[in-house]
């Protein structure tokens, strides 16, 4: 938010204000007549450059009257990314055996539109999976084959392109030792 005071000689002018919020947007504030004051509102959708935690804007307030005469005054915002969550995480079982296929799926959000992401699986057997997210729904899937039996906990860590990380909840895998099979006697 941004507000300011506008002093003119012409006590009967119209005043208006435009600001440009350094991201691209630019917006109409309304003016007060009385007080001569404005106020306007802005969301941004990401910190710029990408690949930093924090990025600043010049902010533009141009202020003219209704004879085209003009001023300018200008400020500068941090945005700082904010990391993102891991909405969902689903293990498909929470038994398998060995011979079958472990998948999860899940949700990323991200109050920065504008980031891209990745989720990294750690399947607790040495294996690690890095995924792209689908930045239109924020959904990604994994699937793993487990090689041995035993406990394990599986792991999502989301990561931004603004170096934003959340871990989600673990979730808990058995892998019990299936049986041989004989194919061919």
Known sequence: TVTGTLTDPGLLDDLTVLIDWGDGDIS???????????????????????????????ITATAQDDESATDTGTT???????????????????????????TVTGTVSDAGTLDTHTVTVDWDDGSIETITVDTAIGNFTAS???????????TATATDDDTGVSAGEPRNLV???GAPTIEDF
């Open 175 to 177: 892998v019990t030792n």
């Open 76 to 102: 500068t915002t941090t945005i700082t990314n904010v990391a993102p969550v891991i909405a969902t995480f689903v293990l498909d079982a929470a038994t398998i055996a060995d011979t079958e296929t472990a």
């Open 144 to 154: 793993h084959n487990y090689t041995t039996s035993g406990a394990f906990v599986v």
């Open 28 to 58: 109409t504030a309304a003016v007060d007549p009385v007080a001569r004051t404005f106020r306007a509102t802005h969301r941004y959708l990401d910190d710029q450059p990408t690949g930093v935690a924090t990025g600043a804007y010049t």
